[in-house]
Every structure is written in structure tokens, then in C-alpha cells.
């Protein structure tokens, strides 16, 4: 994977208003089988993770959409059909960006927009780390074009993870060569790393199995060196 690795304070905001448009994106198509149920609707903390999920993204981003079913999410926020639902993730992005591109043939102002995808099951993220993420350097300098990931202890979380509608064609070639692992898609994409303090790291830990409900936050285990 060709990155760009950025210093801890880098990266950094103290605004919640987006430079250029972003359109938030929860993935939330997945079958739930380790959960034993949808997982949009375990509760967390008083809070649906599903609803969690979108409310956080809400706060940072310009307009929601969930791609994906969606079950247990508020009817409120847009679901995008999950047109490769055998891809996963992969496919959920897809779909996401294909929507991104046609808000910008409607909308001037959502040209050169970016993508700030999150999925449902990652219940410890917050808006802080979320806006790090979002408003990361790029490589070329073109925030809006470029892939941006975020790191803990030596490792790289796939998600969540910003992306451009420049990075359209990247995703599409995944899928037309049958590429299934959204780290596969990753290594095909030019990224900045945004670094996070060890004591940040557990908020990058997701929630995919019922046995861990009522636990603390664990240590990330979706993470991969």
C-alpha cells in the first residue's frame, strides 16, 4: 500500500464544518451471523448502534445515507440499495460512491465532494477522531480525490475510511476483477495514515459478536499490521 504517514498532531481540527462537501456513509448491509442479530439494532450505552452510527457521522459531515438494509436504523436517514451485496463492504462503498457521482451531475456544489465512510459496528468512535480523518493532507494535495485511513500501535484499521469520487474507478476495477476484501481494495489505493494515540485505540475496536455485549471496549481486533 502506497501511504503517506502523518505526524500524531497533524490532521487535527477544532471545526465541525467540512471545508468542502462530504457526504457520511454507514455501511450497514452485512447478514449480522457472529451477532446473532442485525446489528444496527444492539444497543449500546442507551443508543441503537445503527442510530448511534448516523447521528455521529451527522454531526461531521454534510448529508447521511446508509448503504445497505439497514435494518434497525431510523427510517429517516436514506438508504442506498446495496447493489453487490455479495462484495460486503466493497459493494456498500460502490454503491455509495455511484450516489456521490450523481449528486454531483444534480448538484454543482457536490463535485470533488468526498465520501466518510463508518460502519455500524464501531459503536467507540467519536467525532474528534471522525473529523481527523476526514479533513486529513493528501498525498497530491487534493483532499476530496484521495483515500485517508486511520492507525493505532503499528497497525491500519480498513475502516473508517475516507474516500473521493476520484477513487470511483479504483473501486469499480475491484469489483470487475471479483475482489471481495476491502483490504485488497485498500492496497490498490494511494493513502494517507492518520495516526492515533495508543489511549485512542480502543475506539477503533468494532462490536460483531454477542458474546461481547455489556463488555467494555476492547482492544481493536479489525486492525491488520
Not at 457526504?23 to 447478514?31: D, I, S
Not at 457521482?101 to 463535485?111: C, S, V
Not at 500501535?153 to 469520487?165: E, F, K, N, Q, Y
Amino acid at each position: 500500500m502506497k501511504v503517506v504517514a502523518l505526524t500524531a498532531g497533524d490532521g487535527d481540527t477544532s471545526s465541525t464544518s467540512p471545508p468542502r462537501r462530504v457526504l457520511g456513509v454507514v455501511l450497514a448491509g452485512g447478514q449480522s451471523r457472529r451477532m446473532g442479530r442485525d446489528k444496527a439494532g444492539v444497543v449500546v450505552d442507551g443508543e441503537t448502534m445503527g442510530d448511534r452510527a448516523c447521528a455521529l457521522v451527522a454531526g461531521v459531515t454534510d448529508a447521511v445515507v446508509v448503504s445497505g438494509h439497514g435494518r434497525g436504523i431510523d427510517a429517516r436517514w436514506l438508504r442506498l440499495p446495496d447493489r453487490h451485496h455479495e462484495y460486503g463492504p466493497v459493494g456498500g462503498i460502490a454503491a455509495a460512491l455511484a450516489h456521490l457521482d450523481g449528486l454531483g451531475d444534480a448538484d454543482p456544489a457536490w463535485r470533488g465532494a468526498s465520501l466518510l465512510v463508518v460502519p455500524v459496528d464501531m459503536p467507540w468512535l467519536d467525532a474528534a477522531l471522525l473529523c481527523r480523518l476526514r479533513d486529513a493532507p493528501a498525498t497530491n494535495g487534493d483532499v476530496a480525490g484521495a483515500a485517508a485511513l486511520l492507525a493505532a500501535d503499528g497497525r491500519v484499521a480498513p475502516l473508517p475510511l475516507r474516500l473521493g469520487a476520484g477513487q470511483t474507478g479504483v473501486v469499480d476495477a475491484a469489483l470487475a476483477a471479483g475482489q471481495r476484501s476491502l483490504l485488497g481494495v485498500i492496497v490498490r489505493l494511494g493513502a494517507t495514515l492518520v495516526p492515533l494515540d495508543s489511549a485512542d485505540a480502543h475506539k477503533l475496536g468494532n462490536l460483531n459478536d454477542g458474546a461481547a455485549l455489556g463488555l467494555a471496549a476492547p482492544a481493536p481486533s479489525s486492525l491488520v499490521a
